[in-house]
């Protein structure tokens, strides 16, 4: 039978001993760190890591196709924008005028809005823009003023039956038929509401665009005004096939539209607003507003009414021809605008059509 040792007394009290020296000693390292701890006063968390904000921004331009630097424009505050920039690099180069200036963060991106804070784009202290030159510009307001001068002077020439355009002795033996006259008047009135319009209702862009789309827009209405004026004024024009009562009512309803369009754009420049949030534009007491109910775009809806009625009226393939054109291009232009009116404005989802009720 295997004997259990048996562990001598003064082995356990050797362990005893050292158990209590090593418990001693805890005790006293203890109360070290607490004085220490006492000491140092009360626990304080570690802040955390801020980024220190830059004051002045330095800024370099390079060039967008050749990627050298241009220059540096230094000293931007915080709150300075694009167009701040602009207007310090057109300081350095003048034919650069800020309208001519397109700043982009890459190469191929969409260029920066001047209202854009530099502090918004920036990562660091220095930020790096690329220059692109635009060109020469005009102001909105310029090209609508010219696009619709143009045919107001254009049509009153052929109207005038000047000698360089007709036969003179053609011109004085036929008489011209009413609606020639009417077609006249009905074309000043459309022309003279948009020049009004321009200046005194709409509420045009302060941006500038590209001297070439004054010169493509100047030539679609100075020429489609040409062609329609010199057919319709020509000694040889053949009046309406249903006469007095087809001319009547393409007046009428020509008037009528042109009204309703004029009515819509007041809508349009004086938008409602609740708080701080843009409301879809309501219609109000003036029935020509009512098409709001229907549609989105019913500025466009009008003018393409007008339109349709003076071809009617004058019953010519030229203007039948201008309206298809404008048909097409107003109703792409409803189409985006109904598509962002929809993600817009909630209460705007009953509306279903953009331009044409019920059918587009």
């Avoid at 001993?17 to 006063?41: E, I, K, P």
């Avoid at 310090?88 to 920066?112: A, C, D, I, N, T």
């Avoid at 302060?206 to 001297?211: E, K, V």
Wanted: net charge positive; hydrophobic share 40%; charged share 15%.
């Amino acid at each position: 039978m295997f004997k259990r040792p048996k562990s001598l007394p003064s082995e356990h009290k050797k362990e005893f001993f050292s158990q209590g020296a090593t418990l001693r000693n805890d005790m006293r390292n203890f109360h070290s760190f607490s004085q220490l701890v006492l000491s140092a006063g009360p626990l304080k968390s570690t802040p955390a890591v801020k980024h220190a904000k830059t004051s002045h921004f330095e800024i370099e331009i390079l060039d967008a196709q050749t990627k050298k630097q241009i220059c540096i424009v230094d000293k931007m505050m915080q709150t300075s924008t694009i167009h701040d920039v602009k207007q310090k690099f057109h300081k350095e180069y003048p034919k650069w005028y800020p309208s001519r200036v397109g700043l982009q963060l890459e190469r191929g991106g969409p260029f920066l809005k001047d209202y854009i804070t530099i502090q918004s784009v920036a990562s660091s202290s220095i930020v790096t823009l690329y220059f692109t030159d635009l060109g020469q510009q005009v102001s909105w307001t310029t090209v609508f003023l010219a696009e619709y001068t143009g045919p107001l002077l254009i049509y009153l020439l052929f109207y005038l039956r000047i000698p360089c355009i007709y036969d003179m002795k053609e011109s004085s033996r036929r008489l011209r038929h009413p609606v020639v006259h009417l077609a006249c008047f009905c074309h000043c009135i459309h022309y003279i509401r948009y020049l009004l319009e321009t200046l005194f209702v709409h509420k045009v862009s302060a941006g500038h665009t590209p001297l070439k789309n004054l010169i493509k827009g100047c030539a679609f209405y100075w020429g489609f005004t040409s062609w329609i004026a010199y057919y319709i004024n020509h000694p040889r024009y053949t009046p309406p096939s249903f006469g007095n009562r087809q001319i009547t009512v393409s007046v009428i309803n020509f008037l009528i539209c042109e009204a309703g369009n004029h009515f819509i754009n007041v809508v349009l420049a004086h938008p409602n607003h609740t708080g701080t949030n843009a409301c879809f534009p309501s219609p109000n007491y003036n029935p020509f507003t009512w098409m709001f109910f229907l549609v989105s775009c019913p500025n466009y809806t009008y003018e393409i009414g007008s339109w349709i009625s003076f071809t009617v009226m004058t019953q010519t393939l030229p203007v039948g021809i201008f309206t298809l054109l404008m048909s097409i291009q107003m109703s792409l232009w409803a189409k985006k605008k109904h598509k962002i009116y929809m993600k817009k404005f909630n209460s705007y989802m009953h509306r279903k059509s953009a331009m044409i009720p019920f059918i587009l």
